[in-house]
């Protein structure tokens, strides 16, 4: 029997069954079953409960029972759908407004996950927010924003996966995955290009189709396909002219009927939509937050709220402007993924178990796995390396700035938390005139002190804290100490652009710091015999001290165990093997995007495909810290590269690692690929990675797949993929710059 009879006797059979259990369809297919389940229910509604199913009622009288997240939609008891509570979850459980009481682990910023290249990691990354959200009583994470680093001063840059959209979307599929295993829904966002705050509401992303499809969707496609996401949020941003969450070509065109995505489209919170008719004929199915038609108090950020899927939803549906067919399809695409992800059958309540100790152990591994050594270098006329400390024999430290008395720093908007029992750093200038509509320009501080774990590592050391604001002292105090230890922070947060790549100052961060960071570092490098920094930001920085100091450890927004993991690994109790997930620039003036326009909301994706990487290699600029670089306390070789073509038009290759230094260690050795000229590509892409752990003097052959699909071009005059024929390159290397090996030319056939 073909498919589509076997589907039809199967919708037969389900209408014809009143009360549809689970178990009660014959059907093999997950998604088929969820399908026929969610329309089977559909059915059954009045046109009130349709409506009230695809907005949210979070501001307005119907909140009456939301947990305290971002959204809330009321469940209909009597067809059993139960409420759906939703809460930005990027990195831990943020109800933007609410601390909670339970004992919930803020895990590392995802820039830092992205930096572990670790799909297994983000898997359990993933599980482990679902475990927290379904405890609290919440059936939808908000987390999974994938959005590329085109332009590193983006302000959320911390809450995505750096730079690449294939490293971007397996990491996503990998977390939306975990998520599912613990049935709440996940979220994939924003969908699409978000890649710079200033102006967000407004701005107009203009993109060609090859540079929109071949980096900024491709993220997206993967996590789709691979991941199966349940729900996936769209921008606020327009697209080549029309809303993110009104652009019938994204979310109908690609994302439903070429992606084969089946679940919801989810509008993001504030004027994502501002036309009924044309955002739910374009295929958005769920407005959030939703309420009352027209909200004016109080208001949400400054923001008068309108709901554009209630009244005038219903309005529209009458008229026959929006069909009732797409009403259906709204509704069922929710239940689809209340259905597909568990939440329909076992709703969450709040009150469950949270495995704390499980959660710290783990928010410990992803902050050691996610810091990377930038600079190890010996101090003039020494053999050694700055790093990592030999704790027994230091006599003295000095600890300077950041706060790292403390704590440490977490980027701000809905990938941040509130910090439990309050902000350990007061807010220098809380009453800073803001824009109007600007969510808090105060620094989310979390408690956990760098200070106190290098204590713990330096047992035998004097060790002196000094807070930054006096330069002078600070570098009298590091010419006295064995070593200096100074943390440079930059605070990063939804609704605002990160004004510069350097570590801010009193001048461009008035509100969270009182001294220019940059001067600090340069006075204490002059006085000190050897100076580490240890950088909290949740993107690249440029160093213009970076010549002066010896060791350089990127740590991001490291979470609530980052300090420990800070201390241990600059006294190598964990070796370092993360690697960027996004280039660090020498300066500003190199980015494609120099500056961030104010006021012109047309934001051209001038460079093309030249974005990230594939810039700074098209343009023969030497970045200051290549993407994919990150050192360790050993040294790898990479060798013998092998590679034969694969069946299916791909590539099989082989190689030896080999760790060539004294002590364990990781390294993740990186597929690089050059296309035929002919295909008009920049000079290489990432295709494919491997993390590989080894012992002291120990080597192991390497196989990695490189599917046709990652050598794939998007062809615009038949609007599809298309893998050319010709000679390929590949380079298996450790960064995408330097140590790698260049094997011959491989000829592949068209595919
Ligand atoms: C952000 C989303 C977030 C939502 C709910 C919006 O401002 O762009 O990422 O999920 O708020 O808090």
Not at 480 to 491: C, N, S, T
């Amino acid at each position: 029997m073909k498919a589509t009879r076997i589907l039809a006797a199967v919708i037969a059979l389900a209408a014809a069954t009143s009360a549809l259990g689970a178990s009660s369809l014959p059907i093999v297919d997950e998604d088929q079953r969820a399908d026929i389940r969610a329309r089977a229910l559909v059915a059954k509604m009045t046109l009130e409960e349709k409506i009230q199913m695809v907005h949210g009622a979070i501001l307005g009288p119907l909140n009456k029972n939301a947990l305290g997240g971002g959204g809330y939609i009321p469940g209909i008891p009597r067809l059993g759908i139960p409420d759906q509570n939703m809460i930005d979850s990027a990195s831990g459980l943020n109800g933007m407004f609410k601390a909670f009481k339970e004992p919930l682990t803020l895990f590392p910023a995802t820039i830092g996950l992205a930096a572990t290249w670790d799909e297994s990691l983000s898997y359990d990354f993933g599980k482990r927010l679902g475990k927290q959200l379904r405890a609290m009583g919440f059936s939808e994470g908000l987390g999974g924003g994938l959005n590329l680093a085109r332009e590193p001063r983006n302000g959320r840059t911390f809450e995505y996966l750096g730079e690449d959209p294939v490293l971007a979307g397996k990491l996503t599929s990998a977390r939306t995955q975990g998520t599912h295993s613990e049935h709440v829904i996940a979220t994939v966002k924003h969908y699409a290009l978000n890649n710079q705050e200033t102006l967000r509401y407004t701005s107009n992303s203009v993109v060609d189709e090859r540079t929109l499809r071949e980096l900024y969707l491709l993220g997206f496609e993967i996590a789709v396909k691979e991941g199966k996401p349940t729900n996936i949020m769209c921008a606020y941003n327009l697209v080549n002219g029309d809303k993110a969450c009104e652009n019938k070509m994204l979310i109908t065109d690609i994302l439903k009927n070429e992606w084969g995505y089946k679940a919801k489209v989810q509008s993001d919170w504030i004027m994502a939509v501002t036309d009924t008719v044309k955002a739910a004929n374009a295929g958005l199915d769920e407005e959030e937050p939703g309420g009352p038609d027209d909200y004016q108090s109080p208001k949400l950020f400054g923001f008068e709220m309108r709901s554009y899927f209630n009244q005038k939803l219903k309005a529209a549906i009458e008229s026959g402007k929006v069909p009732m067919a797409r009403l259906d399809d709204m509704v069922g695409r929710r239940l689809f993924a209340l259905y597909r992800s568990g939440v329909m059958d076992n709703p969450p309540q709040p009150g469950g178990a949270i495995d704390e100790a499980g959660d710290r152990a783990f928010a410990l591994k992803v902050a050691e796995q996610s810091m990377v050594l930038l600079k190890n270098a010996a101090p003039t006329g020494e053999g050694e390396s700055v790093l990592p400390l030999n704790g027994g024999k230091l006599r003295s430290i000095a600890v300077i700035g950041g706060h790292a008395d403390v704590a440490t720093l977490f980027g701000g908007g809905s990938g941040s938390a509130v910090p439990r029992g309050g902000n350990p750093v007061k807010c220098l200038n809380p009453a800073a005139k803001l824009p109007p509509g600007l969510m808090s320009a105060c620094a989310a501080w979390f408690r956990a002190s760098p200070l106190e774990a290098i204590r713990t590592l330096a047992p035998n050391a004097t060790i002196s804290y000094l807070d930054g604001t006096d330069a002078v002292a600070a570098a009298e105090a590091a010419a006295a100490a064995d070593v200096a230890i100074v943390f440079g922070v930059r605070w990063e947060s939804e609704d605002r652009d990160t004004p510069s790549l350097a570590l801010a100052d009193a001048s461009t961060d008035a509100t969270n710091l009182d001294y220019d960071q940059n001067r600090l570092i340069a006075a204490v490098a002059a006085k000190a015999r050897k100076t580490v920094v240890v950088l909290e930001t949740g993107s690249a920085v440029t160093m213009p001290w970076l010549d002066s100091v010896q060791g350089v450890l990127q740590a991001w927004y490291p979470g609530e165990l980052g300090a420990q993991a800070i201390a241990n690994i600059l006294f190598g109790q964990t070796n370092p093997s993360a690697k960027l997930p996004l280039t660090f620039p020498k300066r500003e003036a190199d980015l494609p995007q120099p500056v961030i326009a104010k006021t012109d909301t047309q934001v051209v994706y001038e460079e093309k495909l030249l974005m990230g990487y594939r810039w700074y290699d098209a343009k023969k600029i030497e970045p200051l810290f290549p993407f994919g670089y990150g050192l360790s306390y050993t040294t790898f070789r990479l060798s013998e590269l092998k590679l034969r073509p694969a069946r299916g038009g791909g590539v099989s290759l082989s190689v030896k690692v080999s760790n060539t230094g004294r002590r364990a260690g990781i390294e993740t050795a990186q597929v690089y690929a050059s296309l035929p000229a002919a295909a008009g590509e920049p000079p290489q892409r990432l295709v494919a990675w491997k993390k590989v752990p080894l012992g002291a003097g120990e080597s192991t052959i390497v196989r990695l797949e490189v599917p046709a699909e990652r050598l794939a071009v998007w062809n615009v005059d038949k609007h599809r993929w298309q893998m050319p024929a010709g000679a390929y390159r590949f380079r298996v290397a450790n960064s995408s710059r330097g140590g790698s090996e260049v094997a011959a030319p491989l000829v592949l056939r068209s595919r």
